[in-house]
């Protein structure tokens, strides 16, 4: 793997966000989505700057900053969960073992749509598209958004029925 701590923060933002306690604070107001962002960065490169972590130091330091950063305990053990599972895909990173990692990964339920904080546009009036993978027909919506002059971007959804 030439560059593992990169393909090791795409792990952790997966991780992230299927993270129901992350989740939750970030929808509760406890903290906002760029945070959420910063925390996929920030534990990655504290498992990479320090060799010899085991899990319950991660799971330790997962605790540490959703209480400091997002204002929430965790008392379901959910951070003990994480931990295993970014500990599991960091030895592999290490340990050179690119094929096992990726059948791992793809094992990990897909990127939640939620973390992401911003869609990136090559220009600023260019309308953007947004799709809603439902699987029933009459919970589809078809999202319309128009960019106006004072830069906000009006959504309008219809429904049908």
């Not at 305990?73 to 096992?100: H, I, M, P």
């Not at 990127?111 to 992401?116: E, K």
């Amino acid at each position: 793997m030439a560059n593992t701590k990169d393909f090791f923060l795409s792990i952790t933002k997966r991780v992230f966000s299927n993270w129901t306690a992350l989740k939750m604070a970030v929808e509760h107001g406890m903290g906002t989505k760029d945070k959420a962002n910063e925390f996929c960065q920030y534990i990655t490169d504290v498992i990479y700057m320090n060799e010899g972590l085991n899990t319950s130091e991660i799971a330790c330091e997962l605790e540490d900053y959703m209480d400091e950063q997002f204002n929430t305990e965790l008392q379901d053990y959910s951070g003990n969960q994480v931990a295993e599972e970014l500990f599991k895909f960091y030895r592999y990173c290490v340990e050179g073992k690119e094929t096992l990692a990726v059948t791992e990964l793809e094992k990990l339920p897909p990127l939640q749509p939620w973390i992401v904080s911003f869609i990136s546009r090559k220009n600023k009036n260019e309308p953007v598209v947004v799709q809603n993978d439902s699987d029933s027909e009459s919970d589809e919506t078809e999202n319309n958004m128009e960019v106006e002059d004072t830069e906000w971007t009006e959504v309008k959804t219809r429904r049908k029925r």
